[in-house]
C-alpha cells in the first residue's frame, strides 16, 4: 500500500442527548500498521467504530477513507468500500455452519444472490464460477485461522473463542483495507488470546491490512500496537507509542480502580 493517507477521523464528536460519548476525537492511522484505542468502560470506543462503519452519524467532524469523506454513508456502502468490522458481542448466525457465515461475509462481492445461487445455478454458469471463487476464499480465511475442524459445524455449538475467530474470519471474508476489531479477546482464555495476537499479526503482515483495534487486555495492546490512543469520557487523553502512552499518568489514573492493571 503506497497511499499514506488511507484513514483518518478529524475532531470526530457525537452526542446522546446531553452526553457527548465522543468528544472531538482525531487520529491518523499509518498503512499496515496496529492503531490501538484504549479507555475505561463507557469511555466511547465502540461509539467511534459505530461513527466509522456507519452505524452512527456523528454531530460534527470527518472520517476520511482513501480521501473520501464516509460521514453519513450507509452501512453497506462503507463495508463495500474497504471497512469491515467485528462487534463487541459475537454477532454470528449461530444455526448456520462456520462456512455459511463466512459466505455471508462475500455478500457485498456476489453478483448472484448467495441463496439462490447456490440452489439453481447451472454447472459452468457464471453463477457457478462466481461461487467457485467465492468458495475459494472463504477457504483461504479457513486455513489462515484454522478452523478447518468447525467448517461444518454450527456456530452456535462451538466454543465462545472460535466463534470470536469466525467473526474475525467473516470480517476478513469482506477483503477490507481496514480492519476494525471491537476487544477481540474478550471473554478469551490466555491461550486463545496468544493465538489471536498470532492471526492479528499475520493479518497485519502476511494480508497486509490496517487495523483498528479496542481491547481491554492491556498486555496485548502494548504487544501488537504501532500507536495507542486513550480517551476518557469521549476525549482523547495522549496518543502515542505503547511505552510512552502506559507511563502517561492521565491514563494511569483513568485506569486506577478498574482491573486492568497497566503493566
Ligand atoms: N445509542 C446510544 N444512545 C445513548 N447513549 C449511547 C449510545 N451508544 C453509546 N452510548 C453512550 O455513550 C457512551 C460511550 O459508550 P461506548 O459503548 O462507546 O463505550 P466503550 O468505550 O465502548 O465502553 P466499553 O469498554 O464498556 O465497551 C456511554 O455512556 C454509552 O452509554
Ligand atoms: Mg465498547
Wanted: glycine share 10%; with cysteine.
Amino acid at each position: 500500500m503506497t497511499n499514506n493517507n488511507l484513514f483518518s477521523v478529524d475532531q470526530l464528536t457525537i452526542r446522546f442527548g446531553g452526553l457527548t460519548a465522543v468528544d472531538r476525537v482525531s487520529f491518523r492511522v499509518e498503512p499496515g500498521s496496529v492503531f490501538s484505542i484504549i479507555g475505561p468502560n463507557g469511555a466511547g470506543k465502540t461509539t467511534i467504530f459505530n461513527c466509522i462503519s456507519g452505524l452512527y452519524k456523528p454531530d460534527s467532524g470527518s472520517i476520511i477513507f482513501k480521501g473520501e469523506n464516509i460521514v453519513g454513508q450507509k452501512p453497506h456502502r462503507i463495508a463495500r468500500k474497504g471497512i469491515a468490522r467485528t462487534f463487541q458481542n459475537i454477532e454470528l448466525f449461530s444455526r448456520m455452519t462456520t462456512m455459511e457465515n463466512l459466505m455471508l461475509g462475500r455478500h457485498i462481492h456476489m453478483k448472484t444472490n448467495v441463496w439462490t445461487g447456490a440452489t439453481f445455478f447451472r454447472r459452468g454458469s457464471r453463477a457457478a464460477r462466481e461461487e467457485i471463487k467465492h468458495r475459494e476464499r472463504v477457504e483461504k480465511i479457513i486455513d489462515l485461522l484454522d478452523l478447518q475442524s468447525a467448517r461444518n459445524q454450527f456456530v452456535g455449538g462451538l466454543p465462545y473463542g472460535t466463534q470470536k475467530l469466525i467473526e474475525l474470519g467473516r470480517a476478513l471474508a469482506l477483503e477490507p483495507e481496514l480492519l476494525l476489531l471491537d476487544e477481540p479477546s474478550a471473554g478469551m482464555n490466555s491461550e486463545e488470546k496468544q493465538d489471536l495476537v498470532f492471526w492479528i499479526k499475520d493479518i497485519q503482515y502476511e494480508l497486509g491490512l490496517t487495523i483498528l483495534l479496542i481491547e481491554h487486555d492491556m498486555k496485548m495492546v502494548m504487544d501488537i500496537s504501532d500507536l495507542i490512543l486513550a480517551i476518557n469520557f469521549g476525549k482523547p487523553i495522549t496518543e502515542g507509542k505503547p511505552e510512552e502512552v502506559q507511563r502517561h499518568p492521565e491514563v494511569l489514573k483513568a485506569y486506577l480502580g478498574e482491573d486492568e492493571v497497566i503493566g
